[in-house]
């Protein structure tokens, strides 16, 4: 059997390497597609980063006082005569007490609250402009307040320009958890899991279209080494997409300046490769069963289109879960442990009792999927649909 | 020598085979003729072991279908219509050394087999070229050629002559010919009544799932005219149908 096994393991390999279409999209796709979908994140954030930091347009609810004027000084404050808080036109609406000089200089508490709209990402990105801005005017306030009691005066001592750059004061916005919280788990998933669907569809319900399965079931060998040939190979494909994924990331963080750099151990390197592998095994093993049991190639991928995207719920699911706090009961549950265990990694907290008890349910799942795709590709009633 | 001993065979509520039995003896070709949806093609996958019979057995050089299941697979080769089932992306010889190595063949032995078989059907020209460019006579050759690598004594043919031309039929039919002179036991399964007269020793007809007659061709021959054994077949193929 294990002779039989190799045979089918060697030629199914020589057909995946031959295969143009399975090169491009199952190897040099997930290679590109993930530092190319990383670069334009990256720009566009940047881009608006510093669109913002130039120009911040705020609106402000009442005109000639101190705070009016302290904004005016600013080169990268525009002021926009509005009226509604939530007008597209403004980042920020500032809303304070119409006697706010006055409350000044008699020493009094005075209110000045800032508006911003959650659905605007430029809104989003201008809060620590305009927080910066805030805290100065209220220090220099406070620094009037200790040395003079003149309206007048007080106009003239915050009409100054506060010089800043960028880097130094304005906080940069920070892509790295967004990045290694789901991007790059749910990119994992979907390549170990497509990368093999197509492989998986070509060598189970492809064959029993072209033909040739008949042919391969009628020779000598014994039908569990074929079904094994194949998911080894299958399995080879999802980690390799797997893999070109991971070297994609590699290639973006190398050539990225920005701020998500990161440094995987020897222990976190492999303990990646053996999630890989074992996440892939486990795709490949689903994605042959479903293809065994398919009468063709597009049949299976009917099935496995949503499958593909239920595999990304528990990306999502997890996106604020924090790395240093996962708990047991996330590691047995299918998926969900694999994206687990990569933020683990990715968050340099990998802890190899987590990474032995989700290779432990990886191989659980493996051995179910395997026994179930073997038993099927036994029954006449599955092989021929009849 | 293949044995089919009282085969039953029903998917889900149609009955697919009734009580067929007959043998077939070393050298011997037999032609099976019948409608589509006869029971040509799953009496052809029962003996290839890919369908279990529901009742009976079928004994190839003695080995027991339901016992001895992948012996029985080595002592058989079959080609399957005009289907011809080959590695597109692999060429004619990767083909070949393919089936010999699963059929149990080591490394040099596939390789010499492949190489016999190479020059026997004249494709040395294209033997290393993928399958996926050749004509549909270029790969029929080759999947003649795989579907006896490991020089099987029976031969399983389903419907080889469906929708070739004139020369890759003739492909199929010089085959035929080759395995009566090297003693080897052939059912072949055909619609075409011309092609099953010519090339069979014996004529097995079956309708809906029963055996309806057997015919000796050469006794046949001594009694009946042409026209009188077409005549003949043409009204057990199409059983009570004709007078529908």
Avoid at chain 1, 25 to 50: A, N
Avoid at chain 1, 259 to 266: D, E, F, N, P, R
Avoid at chain 2, 86 to 97: G, K, M, V
Wanted: glycine residues 6%; hydrophobic residues 40%.
């Amino acid at each position: 059997m294990i002779k039989q096994m190799v045979v089918v393991l060697v030629k199914e390999l020589k057909c995946i390497i031959r295969d143009k279409k399975t090169f491009i999209f199952g190897i040099v796709l997930p290679f590109l597609w993930v530092p190319v979908m990383l670069l334009i994140i990256d720009f566009s954030m940047k881009s608006s980063q510093s669109q913002i930091s130039d120009n911040v347009n705020i609106g402000i609810s009442s005109k000639d006082n101190s705070f009016y004027t302290f904004c005016s000084a600013q080169k990268n404050i525009t002021i926009i005569d509005v009226n509604d808080p939530k007008s597209s036109k403004i980042a920020a609406y500032v809303t304070l007490d119409a006697d706010i000089d006055s409350k000044i200089l008699g020493g009094e508490d005075f209110n000045l609250n800032v508006d911003y709209n959650d659905s605007s990402i430029n809104s989003m990105m201008s809060i620590p402009i305009v927080s910066y801005y805030e805290g100065i005017y209220r220090s220099i306030i406070n620094d009037y307040r200790s040395r003079f009691k003149n309206k007048e005066g007080l106009n003239k001592f915050v009409a100054i320009e506060i010089p800043y750059t960028l880097d130094e004061q304005v906080p940069n916005i920070n892509t790295s958890s967004l990045y290694f919280n789901m991007l790059v788990p749910m990119m994992l998933i979907l390549y170990c899991c497509i990368g093999s669907a197509s492989t998986a569809n070509d060598l189970s319900a492809g064959e029993k279209e072209r033909g040739t399965l008949e042919s391969l079931l009628s020779t000598g060998a014994d039908r569990t080494g074929i079904i094994i040939g194949k998911l080894l190979a299958t399995t080879a494909m999802g980690a390799t997409s797997g893999l070109c994924t991971v070297l994609g990331l590699c290639g973006y963080l190398l050539i990225s300046s920005g701020s998500q750099k990161i440094h995987l151990s020897v222990l976190e390197m492999v303990s990646l490769l053996v999630i890989i592998l074992f996440t892939s095994m486990f795709f490949a093993s689903v994605n042959l069963a479903v293809g065994v049991y398919s009468r063709s190639y597009k049949e299976a991928q009917t099935y496995l289109t949503p499958m593909s995207i239920i595999c990304l719920i528990p990306a999502y699911f997890t996106y604020t879960l924090d790395a240093s706090g996962i708990g047991i009961g996330y590691l047995c549950v299918p998926v969900l442990n694999i994206i687990c265990i990569i933020k683990e990694i990715f968050a340099n907290a990998v802890n190899i009792y987590h990474v032995s008890i989700v290779v432990f349910w990886l191989i659980l799942y493996v051995l179910s999927a395997f026994y179930i795709t073997n038993n099927m590709f036994k029954k006449e009633s599955v092989v021929f649909r009849i | 020598m293949i044995k089919i001993l009282n085969i039953y065979k029903n998917f889900k509520k149609c009955q697919a085979l009734k009580d067929v039995s007959f043998d077939v003896n070393n050298g011997e070709i037999v032609g099976l003729l019948g409608e589509n949806g006869a029971g040509k093609s799953t009496l052809l996958r029962i003996i290839s072991t890919m369908l279990k019979p529901d009742q009976g057995t079928v004994l190839v050089n003695d080995y027991d279908l339901i016992a001895q299941p992948r012996d029985v697979r080595k002592n058989i080769g079959i080609l399957f219509g005009s289907e011809v089932g080959l590695y597109e992306r692999l060429t004619a010889r990767e083909n070949l050394e393919y089936f010999a190595k699963l059929n149990g063949m080591d490394n040099e032995k596939s390789k010499n087999r492949t190489n016999e078989l190479i020059n026997q059907f004249e494709f040395k020209n294209y033997a290393d070229k993928p399958a996926g460019t050749f004509s549909k006579g270029m790969k029929q050759k080759v999947a003649i050629a795989r579907s006896i690598v490991h020089d099987p004594s029976v031969i399983l043919f389903d419907e080889p002559d469906s929708g070739l031309d004139f020369k890759a039929a003739k492909i199929v039919f010089d085959f035929l010919e080759f395995c009566k002179k090297t003693n080897k036991s052939v059912i072949f399964s055909s619609h075409s009544m011309d092609n099953i007269k010519t090339f069979s020793d014996r004529i097995v007809v079956i309708h809906k799932g029963v055996i309806m007659e057997s015919f000796i061709m050469h006794e046949c021959r001594k009694k009946y005219t042409d026209k009188e054994i077409n005549d003949m077949l043409f009204n057990l193929v199409c059983g009570d149908d004709e007078n529908d």
